[in-house]
């Protein structure tokens, strides 16, 4: 028997009822009629703590928010971009404005975690903002100051200045969840200000390839524009997760909504709250899903682990042994059962201590032992990245053939970066790139990128530069040339 702060009682039958109900419920021809439970009594006491986030911004940073199923771009390390119906929401934007020196204004959601006013909500819900705002319940507005965001996770905190103690809700333990529990999700769907809407958790798990560390929980209570990070509570009132996208073939709720777990979020907030960023721990390893023809092929008893596609020369990894081909299995006694545990469990471990590491290597268990190094601010530059003309480079690895969806037949260094004052800005290089040649020399190196573009600039007589860069995009090969004369670019 279950017995929540609702008053609602789970009895073995499968009979809910309200606990108010002294008398046996009613019986009718068809058998005891079902009554489900008020969840009135949760939404008075959670509301006052669920605020709305009002954001001003630039139109032209809003415009790439709010891009439309389908126009996602390629991510920074060369990901492929999001299925096109998965769709982040940033909130309910008010009319386009066709300047983009003209602000304007997005809603999304937002709770409070402690009574001196530190709010959790997305990052992508406040990227690009120039000012924040926490609108409470009772219409009043604060002003918020960001005290620091992740946009691996896509979390941030806020905090407002007051001089009383605020309304807040507590976290509570996803892990303790199951597929079936109700949930309750607040929020501010459309800027229409406090909505709740209630259904359970349809998944758990769910790997939507929105990050490194996608765990989300798949609820089916409706979530629109607006509610993204508002929050999802259990009966009890807790914080079960951050509602952050949904699945939509039209741009409305479907019933598949997916909020980031409260195991992976409070671990991150408390950093935030404490150091403004986060340090996660780094093994230097590239990993990919163990298949079951993979595990057939090394001996496998079971589908299970993380293989090594790529080891980075001199990281944490590397030093304790770790070989290509190796399938971790293990990780500080923590089971790797699927390949999003491994990078998880590693970064939530601090840089410094040590871990054992189980492999299996030629037909064997392996064990290693482990200093977990702190995760660089760019892990594709310590993969052995480099930088020339303003344009960044990382090597071709396994891992990025398979993101970028090319085969082992190209050779080339991959596009991790391009600054805005790059004189080769305007030669419409994407981030996720390969480039296979520079004036018909093939490279197949960051180094040898870095040595072909400095050639180039230096070899040309006079004052002119002339780029033929050959790229690869999406699997299709295309030329891009430049001239730099005096200063200038001609495309």
């Known amino acids: 028997m279950l017995v929540s702060t609702l008053g609602v009682v789970v009895a073995a039958a499968p009979i809910i009822v309200l606990a108010e109900t002294a008398s046996p419920p009613p019986v009718t021809a068809n058998g005891p009629q079902v009554s489900l439970p008020s969840f009135a009594p949760l939404v008075k006491k959670v509301l006052p703590a669920v605020v709305n986030i009002s954001v001003k911004e630039k139109a032209e940073s809003a415009d790439e928010e709010d891009q439309s199923p389908g126009d996602e771009q390629p991510s920074p390390n060369g990901e492929p971009p999001f299925d096109q119906f998965f769709r982040k929401f940033f909130g309910q934007p008010f009319p386009m404005q066709p300047n983009p020196n003209v602000t304007r204004m997005a809603l999304g959601s937002g709770f409070i975690i402690d009574p001196k006013g530190y709010i959790v ?35 941030a905190l806020l905090k407002v200045n007051v001089d009383h103690p605020l309304p807040y809700v507590a976290w509570g333990n996803s892990d303790a969840t199951h597929v079936g529990d109700w949930v309750m999700a607040v929020g501010n769907p459309f800027g229409l200000g406090g909505t709740v809407s209630t259904g359970i958790i349809s998944a758990r798990g769910r790997d939507i390839r929105s990050g490194p560390y996608d765990d989300f929980l798949q609820i089916d209570a409706a979530i629109n524009r607006g509610n993204s990070g508002g929050p999802t509570f259990d009966l009890n009132g807790d914080v079960v997760g951050i509602n952050t996208a949904i699945y939509t073939p039209n741009g409305g709720s479907v019933g598949i909504a997916f909020a980031i777990p409260s195991s992976l979020a409070k671990p991150i907030i408390e950093q935030l709250k404490e150091h403004g960023k986060v340090e996660r721990g780094w093994l230097g390893v590239d990993v990919q899903k163990v298949t079951p023809e993979i595990a057939h092929s090394l001996g496998l008893a079971k589908v299970e682990g993380a ?34 545990e491994l990078p998880i469990t590693v970064a939530e471990t601090p840089a410094g201590d040590h871990a054992q ?9 392996v064990t290693l032992d482990v200093t977990v190094g702190k995760m660089p601010e760019h892990p594709t530059l310590a993969e052995g990245g480099a930088t020339a003309l303003g344009v960044t480079f990382a090597p071709l690895t396994a891992k990025q053939r398979q993101r970028l969806g090319v085969g ?32 018909q020399q093939r490279v197949a190196t960051p180094d040898e990128a870095v040595a072909a573009l400095d050639r180039a600039r230096k070899e040309e007589s006079g004052k002119n530069a002339n780029f033929l860069i ?22």
């Open 357 to 365: 590491l189980t492999v299996w290597r030629n037909g064997r268990d």
């Open 408 to 439: 082992d037949n190209v050779k080339g260094a991959v596009v991790s970066e391009v600054a805005k004052d790059s004189p080769l800005a305007d030669l419409d290089i994407e981030r996720g790139d390969i480039v296979e040649a520079i004036n």
């Open 121 to 155: 909500t997305n990052n992508h819900v406040i990227d690009h903002a120039s000012e924040v705002a926490a609108i409470f319940e009772d219409g009043s507005r604060h002003v918020a100051k960001v005290i620091g965001r992740d946009p691996k996770t896509d979390l």
């Open 307 to 340: 293989i090594v596609a790529d080891v980075v020369h001199d990281g944490p990894g590397a030093k304790a042994g770790v070989e290509q081909g190796d399938v971790i299995l293990s990780f500080n006694g923590h089971e790797i059962k699927t390949l999003t």
């Open 470 to 491: 050959l790229l690869n995009r999406h699997g299709v090969n295309q030329y891009v040339a430049l001239t730099i004369e005096n200063g200038t670019e001609k495309g």
